[in-house]
């Protein structure tokens, strides 16, 4: 019951006026039928969502609108919720109820809210959310991970046996720690390794944690919100973690990392959570990492320098590439491999060549020690194709560090792993009279200096720097 005042009228007819502007007042569209289906009331906002106008009052509703379920309403005396309605350029979503009195039906009421605003927004949110799709896939394509298995050439036990756990592993979501010297190819594990797992077709974001400063990497790596600090960007900045979303991140040369970082990055893979700088909300993410180093991690360890949890936690699957030096007989695939990608890359740009190496040349090859691995070995066979004049890789075309440091074979078919003492004697005596003529000089002169020092004649000392094949 109303409860009444000595200020408000509650006659009858102002009782009706009442009801009418609570109606009016109403956020959603209401229309209200007698018992004989003649509508007797709609409020603006019924005009509004469905375009009835206030002079179907009076009329019967199924005459002026076919197509209305109310009146049904006064027969089976049901309510119906969520009726989806649609007109030429309106879409609404209708509630439906008989109106009861003592038992009797007085009429039926509807009440209804538009979807037209809804959809508009559903449809831009669609347009954004497409858009957004479209960039992923394009971050996604730029961040592409190009090796495969495949490109891990070489049938070294060690190597195979480390591929061979890769392989195993990669479909795993175990954070992976690779482990080798600068060059062997950790990188090309990582890659790889994203390739073979279900997530080959997402980002694959390479971290170098040695290469960003550390008051850097943290906001690289976890993004930051707007404001955090002056100079942030407007709206903030996505992470590489967020962007690394259901792909893998890459974190290389993660023994360089802080030791604040560090904590950081166990809670990432504990909590699988970040959150931006400056922001106070976390944000959930699934990303698989694989860490690398060429450090000693547990020497890092001892030394307080990197944490003992994260190293229990990145360690969970280790995997450590051989260097190149304890697994020599791979250098002719490698080189093989290596001179290949070159030639297609000359094809590429319309040329066609077919390298060759001299039997000599890979002897050097495989005598040198590599201390730069398989990186090095790729800049060596990219000097030689350049210096080569024609097909054929000779010794004249490696670079000097590698004919100084090697100790040559004498053309004798045997593996340069197996010298005889008398290959041994020759490669001693060539890096002996090298050094020798390098800190004498090459012109006439300080050539018969150094083969006084040597005791040998000048007469000798050419004749075994044509039989070396030392070009001064
Ligand atoms: N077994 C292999 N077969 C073919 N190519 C290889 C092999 N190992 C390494 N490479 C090539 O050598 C180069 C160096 O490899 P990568 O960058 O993966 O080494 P890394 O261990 O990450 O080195 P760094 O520690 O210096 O970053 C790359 O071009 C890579 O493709
Ligand atoms: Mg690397």
Redesign the pocket.
Known sequence: MLQQNNTTDFSLESQIEWWKAIVYSINDGVLVIDHEGIVRLINPEYTQITGVTPDIIGKPLKEYRPGAQLTETLIDRKCKVGVYRKTEDREYMVDMAPIIVNNRIIGAVSVCKSLTEVHKLSQELKKKGEKLEQLEKRMNSLYQAK?TFE????KNGG?REVVYVAEKVSESELPILVT?E????????AQAIHNKSNRFNRAFIPVNCAAIPSSLLESELFGYGEGAFTNAKKGGKIGLFEMANNGTIFL?EIGDMSYDLQAKLLRVLQEKKIRRIGETSEREIDVRIIA?T?RDLEQLVNKNRFREDLFYRLNVISLH?PPLRDRKEDIPD?VQ?LLQSTEMNLLQNKFSLSYTIEKQTMNLLQMYEWPG???EL?NVMDYATCMAEGTVIKTDHLSEIITKKSVPLIESGESPLNQTLQEAMEAAERNFIQDTIKRFGHDIDEKKKAAKVLGISLATLYNKLKRHKLHF
């Open positions: 090796y490109d891990i050439i070489g190597l080798g600068s060059g062997t190819g950790k990188e090309l594990f290389d690398a060429h590439i490698i491999f691995n398989v990186r790729k």
